[in-house]
């Protein structure tokens, strides 16, 4: 994700909104959503009776609704944004656009821009409905966002849906679009899944493609070999291979861990989680709600709430200071003595032994043997901890198996030796490595 200069990036917030505040607004919200329908029983008529009502009440809010039809509509836009958001809103650098469906009527998709800065919750600027779901629809209402924030959007997230790639590449030429790399794999292997490929070459089209899409530390240099290798396996099947060239080689600049900033996210999970919270907490995993309590609801408490989350943690941003780095590293929860500690437990009880009158000669040899095990122990561990931290593979990968490494090193001494190559093996195995070693 974009780094925000906190000097700069801090916008000044007017309100410091306590928990009884809040609960005044859910309140008022509640009152609200019970008593719009005495305006109208139709529910697109009551929300443009609300959206009066709003428009008189808050003149700075973007808010914007039209339907063709009130009794079955074939076209409906609404957006609305808050101005309280607008100090937030211009210091956003990455945009993540999401959207939910089974939520309202007619199945029309709801859709957020949300974003998130460095030390903060994520947080939604700009909510928007559109029906039909078309790239000229959702182009409408985000021209309407960024023209009334006057902003220029510099990077987009989103999953790999063509409505909206046409819609912000259309309305902002030189934005910088990116994947989400989850939706990038989920689209990949549900093509995977209808070709007939033998279970080693799909294995190797997989990792490949996640390496590709996940892999932080990659360069650019490694993207066309890989590509390569996997067009080779994928020309079994002329058309799949021809789709891995249209949908993913021409577009590799959008999705490409090693095309990407580091500082720039490579999932979607900032808007998807938000979306999931107002769909499930907010309204309580309700589908096909009215229009009019949906809108009255979502301006009235939901936005107000998340308003009041990200001001706090604006505030607490600048007031607490970052930790500082502590020079002893942290207890580990599994208590184990290292080699050197043992070495010289050992020694003083075999002091002990040479010096005392009882004949423990038996203690004295399984000491010795017991040493030699930690020690070999020893050995092993940092041997497999040394060989997988050289190989050449994805940061989250590596520090699953040094994780893994640890965590076998806390067995005894024998059960390491004796397991270490099958142990080994495994995670070679598990982690498909004699694929990334041949990049």
Not at 176 to 190: E, G, T, Y
């Amino acid at each position: 994700m974009g780094k925000v200069e906190r000097s700069a990036a801090v916008p000044k917030i007017g309100i410091l909104t306590s928990s009884d505040q809040m609960k005044t607004i859910q309140e008022k919200g509640n009152k609200k959503i019970k008593g719009i329908q005495k305006y109208d029983d139709n529910q697109f008529k009551s929300t443009q009776l609300f959206k009066g009502i709003k428009e008189q009440e808050s003149p700075k809010d973007l808010i914007y609704f039209d339907v063709d039809n009130y009794n079955k509509p074939k076209k409906l836009i609404f957006y609305y944004a808050s101005f309280k958001f607008l100090d937030i809103i211009k210091i956003v650098k990455e945009h993540f656009i999401d959207a939910t469906h089974s939520l309202l009527e007619f199945k029309m998709l709801f859709y957020m821009i949300s974003a998130k800065f460095p030390n903060t919750h994520a947080f939604p600027i700009f909510q928007f409905v559109v029906y039909p779901n078309t790239s000229e629809n959702i182009a409408f209402c985000l021209k309407a966002f960024f023209n009334w924030a006057k902003v220029k959007p510099k990077y987009f997230m989103s999953d790999c849906a063509q409505e909206i790639e046409n819609a912000i590449i259309n309305s902002f030429p030189e934005v910088i679009l990116h994947w989400c790399a989850v939706h990038v794999m989920r689209a990949f292997r549900k093509n995977l899944k209808d070709y007939a490929f033998e279970s080693s070459d799909k294995l190797i089209l997989d990792t490949k493609m996640n390496y590709l899409a996940y892999g932080r530390n990659g360069k650019k240099e490694w993207i066309e070999p890989t590509f390569k290798k996997i067009l080779e396996i994928a020309e079994k099947f002329p058309e799949f291979s021809k789709y891995i060239q249209n949908q993913w080689i021409s577009n590799q600049e959008r999705w490409t861990a090693a095309e990407r900033d580091e500082n720039l996210a490579l999932t979607n999970n900032i808007s998807e989680s938000i979306n999931k919270k107002i769909k499930y907490y907010y309204f309580g995993g309700t589908i096909f709600m009215r229009f009019d309590r949906f809108v009255m609801k979502l301006i009235d408490f939901i936005v107000p709430s998340f308003y009041y989350r990200i001001s706090q943690d604006i505030r607490l941003r600048d007031k607490i200071p970052n930790p500082l780095p502590s020079e002893k590293k942290p207890k580990k929860s599994t208590i184990r003595l290292d080699t050197e500690k043992f070495i010289m437990l050992t020694d003083k009880i075999k002091s002990l032994i040479v010096n005392s009158s009882a004949n423990l000669n038996t203690l004295q040899l399984g000491l010795d043997d017991l040493l030699d095990k930690v020690v070999k122990a020893a050995k092993v561990q940092k041997r497999m901890t040394q060989y997988f931290s050289k190989l050449s593979i994805p940061m989250e990968i590596k520090l699953s198996i040094l994780t893994q490494i640890t965590e076998f090193g806390c067995n005894t001494p024998q059960f390491v030796v004796e397991n270490a190559k099958s142990f080994q093996d495994k995670i070679i195995t598990d982690f498909h490595l004699q694929i990334y070693t041949t990049l």
